[in-house]
């Protein structure tokens, strides 16, 4: 009925003591995690158990800069800049028209935009053991249309999309 003392040796340089402990690593990585218990008494009063913790990192989820997002064209959407710390192998899923279930998946993947609007698009990036999620809302717009003026009836439009207005002698 001794009294027992429980010294934890966390692998990453700390200590702690008692029966109950919480401890975080800075660090992904492998650590040997040991537990000595005693029971102060001078004779065979040591046991001590070791087990080993992986630490995960946690990857990190980006969208390149969405630009020039126009209606009835394919856009090609790409995850560059996701990074995990430790190496992991990465998977991808996006949601593309914001209804929350993940359509597509890929590093890259190409989505057309059938009306204008504001779109909330959500990029998944998991290592397995961690995820990291990042949103964007994006607003395709319709192609830009040769403007008409409404003020003059009588125009003509360039190969080169210029407006040329006919003049009368008169004016």
């Known amino acids: 009925n001794d009294m027992l003392d429980f010294i934890w040796d966390f692998g990453d340089g700390q200590t702690a003591t008692g029966m109950n402990v919480s401890h975080s690593w800075a660090g992904f990585g492998t650590y040997n995690v040991t537990l000595n218990i005693t029971d102060g008494s001078m004779k065979d009063a040591t046991s001590s158990d070791e087990i080993q913790v992986v630490v995960n990192s946690i990857p990190v989820a980006n969208i390149e800069e969405v630009v020039d997002l126009v209606v009835d064209e394919a856009y090609l959407f790409s995850a560059n800049g996701t990074s995990d710390e430790d190496g992991d192998s990465l998977t991808y899923k996006w949601d593309l028209d914001g209804d929350g279930s993940f359509d597509q998946s890929g590093f890259n993947t190409t ?43 009588d125009y003509q439009v360039d190969e080169d999309g210029n407006i040329i207005v006919l003049l009368d002698d008169d004016s």
Do not use: C, H, Q
């Not at 998991?126 to 008409?148: H, R, S, T, Y």
């Open 111 to 153: 989505y057309t935009y059938s009306e204008e609007g504001e779109f909330e698009i959500t990029l998944r990036v998991e290592d397995g053991f961690a995820w990291d999620e990042v949103k964007l809302m994006v607003n395709p717009i319709f192609p830009n249309e040769v403007p008409v003026p409404k003020l003059v009836e």
